[in-house]
Every structure is written in C-alpha cells, then in structure tokens.
C-alpha cells in the first residue's frame, strides 16, 4: 500500500513541500527499511526513530518491507524535521490511519523513542510555504504552535504524541486548533531603552546628534576616537532610540531567527530590533553566513537592526571586504555547488575604531607612539570603497572632566526616540508606492531624484561642495540622503542650506 505525506525542507529562508511516499509490501519475505532521496545522516536514523516511538504508542509497525522515497529527490534533506511525517507516512501505509486526513495536510516535528513530537527549528518558513501551496493544515510541535501561528489563514494543530495526533485524526479525542491573539501579534510593544541612557552620558552631544541622524534614516556610521572617549558606550546605547518595528519588519527578523533556532517557544515574535555586536575575532563565514549547509551570518542576524562592529581595524581585511556588496544590496548571497542562497541582510552598520594602533594620534593630551608607517597601514585596512559606503563618520574627541563630573542632564533616549520615530513615519508614508523602502538609506537613484528636493540656495552649495572635495557619485548621493534624513528631522518638506551644511559635515577628512 502507498502512502504520501507532505511536510517541509528549508532551504536558505525559503521551504521546499517535500512528499514523503511509503510503499509497504506486506508480503515481503526478508524485513527491510530503505529511504531514498539524498537524505542526511539525520534523516536516515529518522527509521529508528519511527519505529520506536510507533511501538512505544501501541500501534503496530509491521516487521516487512518498506521504502520511503523523500521526493523531489534532487534536494538534500537534513535534520529532523521529517520524523513525524516519517511515521505517518508508515502508520497510512499499514492502514492504521485513514488516508483521507493527509489531504492538504502537513506534518513537522522530531519524534523521541516514547513517542512524543519534540521541537525543531524553522517552523515558521515551513508553515509560510504550506500556506503558498493551499495547504489547509499543518501538525506542529505543541511547542512550537506559537511560532507557527504567526502565519494567518493556515490551521495550526499542536500535538504532543503521535498517540495524540492518531486519536485526533480519528476523531476520537480533537484538538483545538491554536488561536493567536491578533491584538496581541499586532501590538507595538515600547521599544527596550538601551542598557545606558542618553541622559546619563556626559558631553559628546555632537556625536549623539549624529546617532540620531543615523537612526532616523537607517544610515551607516563610523565612530573614531581614543581609548575611553565612549564610542562603544554610544553605540550600545543605540537601541534606546531606535523606533519600533511594524508588522512586516518584525516577521522578517522573526523567519531569520526562525531557522537558526533563536526563537523563544512563549513569544516568538520578535517585537525589537536587533542589535548584534560580534567580536573583532569574527570568521567570515561568521560575518556573513555560509557553511556546508548554508546559514545566515551576524549580518542577517541584524537583519532591519544595528551591526556594532567595535575594534573594527582588528577585523582581518578579507572579511571587512565581504561586507561590501551586503551593505549595498541589502542581502548577501552565499554561492556553493549545489546553487545560491540568498539571505536578507538590511542592517544599520555602526562602526568603531582608534585612529592608530596605540589610539592616541591627534589627542591633545596623549602623546602617539606610533611611527607614521604604523598609523598609514592601520588607517589603511579600511578601504577606500568600504569607507564610501558608510554614510557618516564622526571623531569621537575625549570628554572634558568638567563635563564629566556635571550635573546636568542631556536629553534621554526616549525624547530622542519620539524624533527619530516620527521622522521614520514621515519616511514610510512618502515610501508608500515604493515597496521595500522603510528608511532614506534604502533609497536608490531614481528616489533620490524624486524626492530629494533642494532649495536654489541648497543646490548651489551643494554644487560647489561636491567640486571642492571632489566628492564620488555615491558620496553625492549619500549626501542628498543624509540631507534628506536631517530635513525630515526638522519636519521640512524640502532640503535647505543648513541641512545640506550638515550633512557634509559627516564625510571622511579624506573628502
């Protein structure tokens, strides 16, 4: 007798519906289990797996013949999602469940020896191409429900035991389909204050104000200065004022998650966002992503969030280079034999770095020990092109001790919020027609145009700046978007002098 089951292969962030078809010869004379279809080493044990936990329920598992073909058969299968639909699809064969409730139905879990349907990862992709490909159904982990709720218009059913889901699908004990609360999904929770708050920070309000403006368009910033001066207290402070995610950001940081198993099983949606900071001893696999089955890297795990990058001349020069094409496109795409994953990859990069390797060169109160030749090949490790694509540099001077032993308070990170959300707001209302634009820095050429608009007085500075420091195209262009953040700050529909002026104050001296 034959029996298909559907369940699911993740492949990157998207799934692949995968038949498990299970042939059952009866009158076999010699028992034999034989899976086929490029599976992995943990698809192959899924057969001791099943035959355990069918045993250890009661049921039957008939010492025949079987072959269990993993179609398409041309992609390869790993890990041990496919366990339940393994032993559905034996239990059909045997004729132990009817075979009517396989269709448009599919089934994802691990299976231990007593029968219990433990959690895997990737569940949400999983449920999200069922839902592509009408499949009305999905049998998840009873853990996992929560994850695979966040998908609409697909029947979540939890199940504990294949003696649960057996029963359920005869009808003799149903389980409820599990209900999320669309309230609850669609609440903005208040975004985290980040562990020190911009109040508590002495001085540097230049190099606040610059956060700000990196925070409301989604532009990338490099932090220098000495030892001590606070680029890395800043940077971690930044997700005190960045704004909340909306629904759709949120669901695309939450499937990256998904299948990298950083979910939490009560609240699986991820409602803040990002802030990943590897250390400087980062591998560029680590950095981007890859393996011999692919997985995304720190930056898809910053995916719509910050990327602190601290020490980052410590970083080796080829895995600072790989971060060129991420920061331009927007995703970066790992190559191997078997093909190309592609994985998001939208991330506000914020960098930190000493001007040379003691940190002391140009400080007005430390002498630098560095010899000339030192502090060029350490400047150096950040290419021209790399250094291109970051929207805004900033020194970072030492804090007066005046300052740092005053009393008086700057403006907290929740006041800087309220700015920074309502210049975000005013982005993703004039990005309505234009799918895929959240931020200014997402712009591309023809946005610029359309919506980067200058005063006469602005395009002229603009126009002798642009001669003067002998700006690149994209420099040009990244300076029209910083422009346009800044105005968006002021609540001003076009770009003046004074927000061009700015601006251009955040290019590399190199300029």
């Known amino acids: ?37 490029l599976a ?35 992609i390869n299968k790993h890990g041990p999602a496919y366990d339940l639909a393994i032993a559905i699809g034996v239990l059909a064969a045997t004729d132990q469940i009817p075979l009517h409730v396989l ?115 989604n532009h990338n910033i490099m932090l220098s200065g000495p030892p001590g001066a606070g680029k890395s207290l800043q940077a971690r402070s930044m997700p005190g004022i960045l704004p909340s995610l909306t629904l759709q950001e949120a669901l695309e940081v939450t499937r990256v998650y998904s299948i990298v198993d950083m979910l939490s099983q009560d609240n699986p949606l991820i409602r803040q966002r990002p802030f990943r900071a590897p250390h400087h001893t980062i591998s560029q696999v680590g950095l981007v992503g890859g393996g011999s089955i692919p997985k995304p890297g720190e930056i898809s795990l910053a995916h719509r969030g910050v990327l602190f990058l601290d020490e980052i ?52 109160t430390q002498a630098c020990n560095c010899t000339p030749n030192q502090i060029k090949r350490y400047q150096t490790r950040l290419s021209g092109p790399l250094l291109d694509r970051i929207d805004m540099h900033v020194d970072v001077p030492r804090v007066d001790f005046d300052k740092l032993m005053g009393r008086g308070e700057g403006e907290s990170s929740a006041e800087i919020r309220r700015r920074v959300e309502a210049a975000r707001a005013t982005q993703i209302a004039r990005f309505g027609e234009h799918p895929g634009l959240f931020a200014n820095a997402d712009m591309s050429v023809s946005e610029i145009d359309q919506f980067c608009v200058l005063t006469a007085e602005a395009r002229q500075v603009l126009t002798l700046s642009v001669r003067k420091l002998q700006l690149s195209a994209r420099s040009y262009h990244r300076v029209l978007k910083l422009s346009r953040t800044i105005a968006d700050l002021d609540a001003s529909a076009d770009i003046h002098v004074h927000h061009i002026a700015e601006a251009l104050q955040y290019r590399p001296h190199s300029d």
């Open 1 to 37: 007798m034959l029996a298909i089951v559907n369940t699911c292969a993740v492949i990157g962030l998207d799934g692949q519906i995968v038949e498990v078809q299970t042939d059952f010869n009866p009158r076999a004379s010699l028992p034999s289990f034989h899976l086929v279809g």
């Open 40 to 74: 992995g080493i943990a698809v192959k044990e899924s057969k001791e797996r099943a035959r355990s936990a069918i045993r250890n329920s009661g049921l039957r598992f008939p010492n025949k013949s079987y072959v269990v073909n993993l179609s398409p058969a041309d």
């Open 103 to 217: 269709e448009k139905a599919l089934f994802i879990g691990e299976l231990s020896l007593d029968g219990g349907i433990r959690h895997v990862k990737g569940v949400m992709p999983m449920v999200y191409t069922a839902r592509q490909h009408d499949i009305e159904t999905v049998y998840v982990p009873d853990d996992d429900a929560a994850e695979a709720g966040l998908i609409e218009d697909v029947k979540i059913i939890p199940v504990r035991s294949i003696g649960q889901l057996v029963e359920h699908l005869y009808q003799l004990n149903p389980v409820q389909p599990y209900r999320t609360d669309p309230t609850e999904v669609n609440a903005q929770e208040p975004v985290a204050d980040g562990l020190v708050d911009f109040a508590d920070i002495r001085g540097q309000e230049h190099v606040k104000r610059a956060l700000e403006v990196s925070a409301a368009g």
């Open 313 to 364: 001349n410590e970083l080796p020069v080829r895995v600072l280079e790989v971060l060129r094409q991420p920061i331009e496109d927007k995703v970066v795409t790992i190559s191997r034999a078997q093909g190309s994953i592609t994985f998001p990859a939208n991330f506000l990069l914020v960098g930190a770095r000493n001007p040379c390797p003691c940190g002391f060169y140009g400080d007005p």
